[in-house]
């Protein structure tokens, strides 16, 4: 990369602001709201406004510091690691997160891998067409989900009138509509780097692969495949990781029986008011998502610094 | 030129079909006039006429619009300043940590944002409502904005930006009055996706809110929860459609800034 600035020893006044302000409001609204999840989930609920007993009382001086560190209490991550409710649950939430990746990849592919392969001139509207709704109102989409899989909705009628059924069956309530909301509201996620990494691909490898007697299938599964890792990597990751986490999907199309993680962290905060337990699950959630995260940020920064 | 297999037309053709049919039945069935799903009673927009007296309904929508128009417009100029930082600066002191909090929060479960974010407007004692929500969307969306500027100056021909320091410009003045108008579409393409992330957004909006700051999401989904009520699929036809226009708009100057000033391609 040619960059004028890097031979400069001294940054000006101006360069520091540029990176200073983003930097300070990052620091401020997203690593340090962080820290204080952490403290709330080593403190201990409490019949109070807000609900959990302070940690650190700053005006105190060193006394509210050694009462920090002797009040911390890991009570909330036994009580998390002891109801199975909460283990149940994050289980659920891998388990649905890792099978929808799995049905995204296997739809997302074809999708991606057709545009790629149509005349350049007509790839970025099709693109376009696929991202746009990505931008057009997660929540309605779902709802749109909702109106569809209705026991008297549009797909029962339709699977009635071609006697594909003889009784209606019920979609919602149940884990097929949760995998149905997350395939449909992640599969630009999916399609969009799938198509980055086909796109770029050199089709005279496959010319070579054919002029060498390599059947077409075989091509794609010796020389495409293998190519397009890296978009398969970033777009799994970036259906995994929040799918994980997802609230809206299970709480409008799943069942009420075994939460996902999300819905668990919700119910936590807004339902029994347990702050504390709501982020010891938040910090558990983390941990858990920690490792995925630190290889998609690596695969993101380094695309970016490729291109 | 190229031909197209059957499979992979196939493939496409299914792939939109799935994306959009959804949201088609749901506008079809917002002039629905059976309240009724299963009946359909023919056209009408007795639907849209009812929302118009629905006052609670309207002050969530101009709600979520002032929301929206405040996040978005300070998350593009901290999102463009980051993609500046992080395009053109090099290797500074804590790059990587400055990094890793532009792409976290892409991928980060909105619950866990969501929460985050409230218990430090509650460590801070900041009264929850209009701009709680404002700061948590900026802070969601800047990155978004950051990823799609940066992506636009890594595009961008250098030799113009040395030609204006080489005539002696100096880098401010460079950047004001050469790259800034270059990168502009790409900066307005950028606020309107913030715009629409904003006006979207249920459950971070849910967790930092406060008194008289109800958003339009939150409001349609306490009203969804239960079952599906034909009112709310004419207020999310209607949003479909501004979000849509809106989209469109912004993917049409991405287009207009990936022509203007783009480095020549050898052919």
Known sequence: ?307 | MRKVSAFNLAAILIGVAFLYLPIAVLVIYSFNASRLVAVWGGWSTRWYAELAGDAPLIDSALISIRVALVAATASTILGTLAAVALVRFGRFRGRLVFASMIYAPLVMPEVITGLSMLLLFVAVSADRGFWTVAIAHTTMAMCFVAVIVAARLVDFDMNLEEAAMDLGAPPLRTFLTVTLPLILPAIAAAWMLAFALSLDDLVIASFTTGPGATTLPIRIYSEVRLGVKPEMNAVCSIMVGGVGLAVIAASLLTKLSAARGAPARSP
Request: contains cysteine.
């Open chain 1, 1 to 307: 990369m040619t960059d004028t600035m890097t031979g400069q020893p001294k940054r000006s006044r101006a360069q520091r602001l540029v990176v200073g302000i983003p930097y300070a409001w990052l620091l401020v609204f997203f690593l340090v709201p962080f820290l204080i999840v952490l403290k709330i989930s080593l403190s201990q609920p409490a019949v109070a406004q807000p609900p959990y007993t302070p940690l650190i009382e700053l005006s105190a001086g060193w006394r509210g510091v050694t009462g920090f560190l002797t009040g911390l209490s890991f009570g909330n991550y036994t009580l998390i690691g002891s109801d199975p409710l909460y283990l149940l649950s994050l289980v659920k939430s891998v388990e649905i997160a890792a099978f929808s990746t799995l049905l995204l990849l296997a739809i997302g592919y074809p999708i991606a891998y057709g545009i790629a392969r149509t005349p350049r001139r007509i790839q970025t509207a099709l693109m376009t067409l696929v991202m746009l709704p990505f931008w057009t109102a997660f929540l309605i989409r779902i709802y749109a989900w909702m109106n569809i899989l209705q026991r008297d909705g549009p797909l029962n009628q339709l699977l009635t009138a071609l006697h594909i059924v003889n009784a209606p069956p019920i979609w919602l309530a149940a884990d097929t509509a949760v995998y149905i909301g997350i395939v449909y509201s992640y599969l630009p996620f999916m399609v969009l780097p799938l198509y980055a990494t086909l796109e770029k691909l050199d089709e005279s490898l496959l010319e070579a692969a054919a002029n060498l007697g390599c059947r077409r299938w075989k091509a794609f599964w010796l020389v495409t495949l293998p190519l397009s890792a890296p978009g398969v990597l970033a777009g799994a990751l970036l259906c995994f990781i929040p799918a994980v986490g997802e609230f809206v999907i299970p709480d409008l199309l799943g069942g009420s029986q075994a939460p996902m993680i999300g819905q668990t962290i919700w119910t936590e905060f807004f339902g029994n008011k347990d702050w504390p337990a709501a982020a010891a699950v938040a910090v558990a959630l983390v941990c858990l998502l920690v490792t995925p995260i630190i290889v998609f940020q690596h695969q993101a920064m380094r695309a970016a610094e490729r291109d």
